[in-house]
Nanobody
Framework: VQLQASGGGLVQAGGSLRLSCAAS????????MGWFRQAPGKAREFVGA????????NYADSVKGRFTISRDNAKNTVYLQMNSLKPEDTAVYYC??????????????????WGQGTQVTVSS
């Protein structure tokens, strides 16, 4: 499966952005999907994940209550709605797909498929 992330940009603290991840090549519903991010000089970290059906989600504590992952399998697209953004959310955001690992088992070192990343910059 090929993944293409988009929607990043520059936003002020407290603002919102919605990232999209479009998939091609295979039916998206067979994959659990995750979002990860990597800030300059830091390791890539887990942001959140959603099951193939969209019925369950898992979030990192740092974004819980502010970020929401959703998916539209008919459009082969996954979304990351980011609200109440903080400067520390500044990073390159990546979408990822895995048909074997669950939403609690996806990690930056074990996910199989990656998108190319989109830059999110939050100014203070």
């Amino acid at each position: 499966v090929q993944l293409q992330a988009s929607g990043g940009g520059l936003v002020q603290a407290g603002g919102s952005l919605r990232l999209s991840c479009a998939a091609s090549g295979r039916t998206l519903s067979r994959y659990n999907m995750g979002w990860f991010r990597q800030a300059p000089g830091k390791a890539r970290e887990f942001v959140g994940a959603i099951t193939g059906s969209g019925g369950s989600t898992n979030y990192a504590d740092s974004v819980k209550g502010r970020f929401t992952i959703s998916r539209d399998n008919a459009k082969n697209t996954v979304y990351l709605q980011m609200n109440s953004l903080k400067p520390e959310d500044t990073a390159v955001y990546y979408c990822a797909a895995d048909e074997w690992r669950g939403i609690y088992g996806m990690g930056p070192r074990n996910v199989i498929y990656w998108g190319q990343g989109t830059q999110v910059t939050v100014s203070s």
